[in-house]
Structures are given as structure tokens and as C-alpha cells.
T-cell receptor, first 115, second 114 residues
Framework: DVKVTQSSRYLVKRTGEKVFLECVQDMDHENMFWYRQDPGLGLRLIYFSYDVKMKEKGDIPEGYSVSREKKERFSLILESASTNQTSMYLC??????????????FGEGSWLTVV | GNSVTQMEGPVTLSEEAFLTINCTYTATGYPSLFWYVQYPGEGLQLLLKATKADDKGSNKGFEATYRKETTSFHLEKGSVQVSDSAVYFCALSDHRRGAQKLVFGQGTRLTINP
């Protein structure tokens, strides 16, 4: 089975702190994604990466950055956490760059509260 | 841009009832369409998908047919169970800048009462 593992399920951070959310996938997938999930808004794409050291902005990249130094690991960074970044963060991965029917696999999510 | 609209929830049904969750989309080209399910405390799991017009995706008793003429992908199940209680997300594939991504609807929370 494909496994996407997010290192922290629940975090509480203070405003202004630098926050790292880590994600690892074990299936040699090329593509990795970070989404945030908010009630009534569904999932919105923050950043994605289709190769090591490659990254592309999604729909809501402001206030976030990412790092992909190894193929299996994709980190989301909140440079200076703010209360409006309190949310559920979901990491995902998929195998191919081409086509449109590829399954995207999700981790269990990280609940971040910024106080 | 591409977008997905789902019927608003929450939806509450009794066990063995018929379920429909509406999903319509706006897209350029011919995207693939997906239904994902999120059980309490978990991440999203793929429920079913369809990659071209008139395809029917099915899994665990759920079905959805890709209707290009009505730009819809409604989720149906003939007889729901308590274990189907979850949040359901409709999504379409969006292939831009090097990788296929998903654009999601807002999600529909489904509660099944015994």
C-alpha cells in the first residue's frame, strides 16, 4: 500500500513562530502536494513539486514556502505563523507527471493551531 | 479557472436510504473526475474516478457517471450504512505547470442514522 506519512498530527504554535510540517512518501512518487482544508472551502492547493528541488505555487502560496531536497520528502514551512493559518494541512503524492487520471494519495493530515 | 461545486451539507439520512450528492464542474478541456471520502480523523481516500465522458466509476456500492453534457458527476448509493458517515469531496484533475493536480469542491458531510 502507498503510504504518505505526516510527522505531526497535532501542533500548537505561537504567532510569529517558524513552523515546519514534514511529509514522507514511500512509493517513489514524482509529485508531492500540500493542501490546506477549511470548513466550507474544501481543499486548496498551497504548493506542489514534480521533482526534487522543483516547486510550483498553488492557489494560496502566500505565507508559505516548501522544500524538497529528497524525492520522498516534502516540507511545508510557515515562516512566521499567524492565526489565520490555523487549519488542517494535508500532504499528498502521485506517481506520474503526465495524464489526468492518476490517483493522488493523501496523508492523515496535520492539525495546526496558531495562538 | 477550473472549479467544482457540490451540494451543500450537511446531509442526514436513515440507514438503507438512497443517497445522491450532486457535483457539477467548470473546466477547459477534458478533465478526469474523482470522488474522495474522508472518515472522521483521517485523511482523504479515493472512492472512485472516471477519466472520460460517459465513464461510470464505482466502488463499495457507490457510483458516479461522468456527464459531459451537463458537466456533472453526481455520487449515488442505493442503500447507505452507518459506516458511510463521512465527508465526501468531488474533484477534477487540473494539469498545469508540470503535474496533474486536483481542484476540490467544498465537501459534503454525510451522517447516517441507524
Amino acid at each position: 500500500d502507498v503510504k504518505v506519512t505526516q510527522s505531526s498530527r497535532y501542533l500548537v504554535k505561537r504567532t510569529g513562530e517558524k513552523v515546519f510540517l514534514e511529509c514522507v512518501q514511500d512509493m517513489d512518487h514524482e509529485n508531492m502536494f500540500w493542501y490546506r482544508q477549511d470548513p466550507g472551502l474544501g481543499l486548496r492547493l498551497i504548493y506542489f513539486s514534480y521533482d526534487v528541488k522543483m516547486k510550483e505555487k498553488g492557489d494560496i502560496p502566500e505565507g508559505y514556502s516548501v522544500s524538497r531536497e529528497k524525492k520522498e520528502r516534502f516540507s511545508l514551512i510557515l515562516e512566521s505563523a499567524s492565526t489565520n493559518q490555523t487549519s488542517m494541512y494535508l500532504c499528498a503524492s502521485s506517481l506520474y507527471r503526465g495524464g489526468s487520471g492518476n490517483t493522488i494519495y493523501f496523508g492523515e493530515g496535520s492539525w495546526l493551531t496558531v495562538v | 479557472g477550473n472549479s467544482v461545486t457540490q451540494m451543500e451539507g450537511p446531509v442526514t439520512l436513515s440507514e438503507e436510504a438512497f443517497l445522491t450528492i450532486n457535483c457539477t464542474y467548470t473546466a477547459t478541456g477534458y478533465p478526469s473526475l474523482f470522488w474522495y471520502v474522508q472518515y472522521p480523523g483521517e485523511g482523504l481516500q479515493l472512492l472512485l474516478k472516471a477519466t472520460k465522458a460517459d465513464d461510470k466509476g464505482s466502488n463499495k456500492g457507490f457510483e458516479a457517471t461522468y456527464r459531459k453534457e451537463t458537466t456533472s458527476f453526481h455520487l449515488e448509493k442505493g442503500s447507505v450504512q452507518v459506516s458511510d458517515s463521512a465527508v465526501y469531496f468531488c474533484a477534477l484533475s487540473d494539469h498545469r505547470r508540470g503535474a496533474q493536480k486536483l481542484v476540490f469542491g467544498q465537501g459534503t458531510r454525510l451522517t447516517i442514522n441507524p
